[in-house]
């Protein structure tokens, strides 16, 4: 499926419960590995 931009690709993994939203700052360069669990 091809998206118009990147906000529609996130809309559908949102509908799809692909997409977790986390709301306290975190810093990827040392917590990526807990993130992507």
Do not use: N, W
């Amino acid at each position: 499926m091809q998206y118009q931009d990147l906000r529609e690709f996130i809309t559908e993994l949102e509908k799809q419960g692909e997409l977790k939203r986390i709301s306290t700052p975190v810093d990827a360069y040392l917590e990526i590995t807990e993130i992507c669990r």
